[in-house]
């Protein structure tokens, strides 16, 4: 169902790499560790956007006291003195590693926002319905599959900021009602399905393959677990920068009215 | 603005004649021995919620079903416990009319209401929590801050008096505690600036008897843990709002004491803020204070300690003594002496951060930076804390202290500045939630475990350590109930009663009751057979087992 049809290079990260200060590539994976320990470890003190300390904004790269990673790996292990940065020596070199890679990620992502050019909503109406496939999964209005999330009013849901890192980063933050769910029943039948509710004894989905509401007792189930990645594939090189931000512009003006 | 309804008086006369008996101090204080009523708010004066009635049991609990359903006219959140006295049953309709219900149908006798004062302004929600019976006569406590005297037998309201002002922000939610000849009561209103107390009121007039005030004035003791140089005790809360316990051996009765105000900001109070999170134990007769317990010193992080005090009476340490049982929302469980204060135990049941034990005294050793900041710190518990007001209970028979949890629950604590003015929140600050579900408000539950989760976690008092849990999707805000034939009632935020094996922790018997529970379970017993009730979404409903 998460098909998308037309490629098109962009190296969004590369926009603003030096202001950023990356010291080496990282993988996708590196950074998906990071992501994880950033939420056991950072987000209660940054924030999910890496910016609630403004004098530390490291979500946008900012850094006090630190440039390396070499630097910023001690500075995580050991903390700083007199400040509320706590030491965390339960982490190991290896994941606060990953935690910068993570780090530089959202940073990379900010920049890239912020360096779009001006977008136009028709154009990126058409690449949503066209070029983007993005029906495929979405709907807006009374068009389109209802497999991922509902766009119709998304433009008053998320910032620009949100829209452009779901677009090229879909794994970077799945909000509680967006996750899906992978069970197998006890008779082996496999679905996914977007989790719509749970208690202790059960599950109501919606199955993301077929869109029918279903509803499940966790003692027939043989399994049930969360999907930790989206379906969605990263668009930050199959659009141009322009249609990257025209599609935004679209989705930013989506506010319910319609479409 | 009070009504009651005359044209049932001769109906409730008729049906309760021959059967009922004047609920005299005599027998609330042997209440043990009529597990077939449930004549205080916890079942008896040691709180221990815990019913000597055997007939539903383990093995036959799965053929629990409804008896009747009783819909309040309310949209409040219902977190009364009900009374039963001799086949009527009595509870409360948010926010405080009292309903009279024949407890084997659910019939309604009469209603009395009160429409509180509109300056009342409780912090979180227009609720209440249960009534207290003497003789004839009913109390309720109200959320304009009221307690008001009603005949059981009709309705009628027979006094009805101020116990402090609400346009101040005073409130009460909680059901009264009668002890001989008088009803106790506490002030809510720890958001708003007020100044606690615990008073108690002579049963058959309503004149006030004795008055305690949790934040003691200047020459009392304790004054000196506020500070000097300011009149932050005139406003620094301390609040109560959960019903109390009493020991008729050793005349005192025991209440847990909220947090200090503002709530999130200490800079104005400095000290320990006496007797804020403590627990007092005082003379029933006088109000004197015998011995205090502090658990959370100097606190800012909203740990009221407002949590039930538990009695029991075990072998410690190879010695008979009698003890306090208490899991405070500051994530420590808790073992006193009831009859000196003396701490016993003290080991946390969920994840704590803001400490890292006790001094042989039993004060908390603080860890350091773990406060409000402007940012905002994260602490383990968060502001609704390891447990709350929920009841828990104490079963002698499994020798296991039984809490409602919320396990791995944190919040980010943002601190600012504020100024005191009458009648306003008086905060100081701001709680956040420290993951993307937060504190679930939506119906829908979309919640990883690891953002937190509630439980019911089942303790052994002699160690602290726990012995088993009983795991929820969501947090819980229910309280339990066990009983003599080792079966545990509660439910959770879910939506669902349901019976656990009190030994190790087996779900046996659900029911969907469709609507999240707020309440503690009582049990009682009506011609030889036993009911179990439960308040869920805006009903109360029945159980008995299948005929």
């Known amino acids: 169902m998460w098909q998308f049809r037309i490629y098109f290079a962009l190296s969004i990260l590369a926009l603003d790499a030096s202001s950023v200060l990356a010291q080496h590539e990282y993988t996708d994976s590196e950074v998906e560790v990071g992501k994880a320990q950033y939420a056991i470890n950072c987000v209660r003190c940054h924030g999910p956007e890496g910016d609630n300390i403004t004098s530390a904004d490291i979500g946008h790269g900012k850094f006090r006291r630190a440039t390396t990673d070499a630097e910023l790996v001690k500075l995580i292990q050991n903390g700083i003195p007199g400040t509320r940065m706590v030491s965390f020596p339960n982490i190991n070199d290896s994941n606060a590693q990953a935690i910068i890679a993570y780090i530089r990620s959202m940073a990379s992502t900010a920049a890239a926002a912020a360096a779009l050019p001006p977008g136009d909503v028709a154009r990126g109406k058409s690449i949503f319905e066209g070029k983007g496939a993005c029906r495929t999964c979405h709907r807006v209005g009374d068009q389109g599959s209802r497999s991922g999330p509902d766009l119709s009013q998304i433009g008053g849901q998320r910032r620009v900021v949100e829209l452009h890192r779901s677009i090229v980063e879909p794994d970077a933050e799945i909000v509680p009602a967006n996750r899906l769910l992978r069970i197998v029943t006890r008779d082996g039948a496999t679905l996914t399905g977007k989790l719509l509710n749970q208690d202790s004894f059960s599950v109501q989905i919606l199955d993301i393959k077929d869109e029918k509401l279903k509803s499940f007792s966790k003692s027939n189930l043989r399994e049930y677990t969360f999907v930790n990645n989206s379906p969605m594939p990263s668009y930050k090189d199959k659009l141009s920068t322009q249609e990257l931000s025209d599609l935004i512009s679209y989705l930013a003006s989506l506010k319910g009215q319609a479409n | ?547």
């Open chain 2, 1 to 547: 603005m009070k009504r009651f309804n005359i044209g049932r008086v001769l109906f409730v006369v008729l049906v309760a004649t021959g059967s009922y008996a004047q609920v005299s101090s005599d027998r609330i204080l042997h209440s043990a021995q009529e597990p077939q009523n449930w004549l205080t708010h916890h079942g008896n004066y040691n709180s221990q919620r815990y019913s000597m009635l055997s007939q539903i049991a383990p093995d036959n609990v799965k053929n629990l079903e409804l008896q009747w359903l009783f819909q309040a006219r309310s949209l409040e959140k219902f977190e009364a416990t009900p009374l039963v006295v001799d086949g009527i049953m009595y509870s409360v309709q948010a926010p405080n009319d009292i309903v009279a219900l024949d407890a084997a149908t659910g019939r309604p006798f009469w209603t009395y209401s009160h429409t509180p004062d509109q300056a009342a302004r409780p912090c979180c929600g227009r609720v209440n929590r249960g009534l207290a019976i003497l003789g004839d006569t009913l109390f309720m406590a109200t959320i304009d801050a009221r307690l008001i005297a009603v005949d059981a037998k009709s309705g009628r309201p027979l006094w009805d008096i101020a116990v402090a002002k609400p346009e101040s922000g005073y409130a009460m939610t909680l059901a009264p505690l009668v002890v001989k000849d008088k009803v106790i009561v506490g002030t809510a209103g720890g958001e708003y600036g007020i100044r606690g107390f615990l008073a108690a009121y002579d049963a058959k007039t309503g004149k006030e008897v004795w008055r305690f005030y949790t934040i003691p004035g200047p020459g009392d003791p304790g004054h000196e843990t506020w500070p000097a140089n300011n009149n932050a005790w005139e406003h620094g809360g301390a609040s109560v709002w959960v019903t109390g316990s009493y020991d008729p051996d050793l005349n005192l009765t025991y209440w847990g004491i909220g947090n200090p105000g503002p709530d999130w900001n200490g800079d104005e109070r400095n000290g320990d803020n006496l007797y804020s999170c403590s627990v007092v134990a005082l003379d029933a007769d006088t109000g004197k204070l015998k011995w205090y317990y502090q658990f959370s010193p100097h606190d800012e992080f909203d740990y009221d300690s407002t949590q039930v005090p538990v009695l029991a009476d075990m072998q410690w340490r190879g010695s008979p003594r009698k003890v306090m049982l208490w899991a405070n929302r500051n994530g420590y469980f808790y073992v006193l002496d009831r009859a000196t204060g003396q701490f016993l135990l003290g080991k946390p049941f969920v994840e704590v951060n803001w400490a890292s034990g006790f001094d042989e005294k039993g004060r908390p050793q603080r860890v350091p930076g773990m406060v409000p900041t402007a940012q905002g710190t994260l602490i383990l518990p968060g502001n609704q804390g390891g447990t709350n007001w929920y009841n828990p209970s104490y079963s002698p028979k499994t020798g296991l202290f039984y809490v409602p949890t919320w396990a791995n629950y944190s919040s980010l604590y943002v601190k600012q500045p504020v100024q005191y003015v009458e009648g306003r929140n008086f905060g100081g600050g701001t709680p956040r939630p420290t993951t993307p579900n937060g504190i679930r408000t939506t119906v829908n539950n979309y919640a990883r475990e690891d953002e937190g989760y509630g439980a019911i976690r089942a303790i052994d008092p002699h160690t602290g350590e726990m012995k088993w849990q009983f795991k929820m999707t969501d947090v819980t805000d229910a309280g339990v109930l066990t009983t003599a034939s080792n079966l545990l009632f509660s439910g959770g935020r879910e939506g669902y009663f349901y019976a656990l094996d009190a030994r190790d922790g087996k779900l046996l018997w659900k029911f969907p009751v469709g609507g999240r529970v707020v309440a503690g379970p009582m049990t009682f017993s009506l011609a030889g057979r036993q009911y179990v009730s439960i308040a869920a979404g805006n009903s109360l409903f029945t159980f008995a087992l299948k005929q």
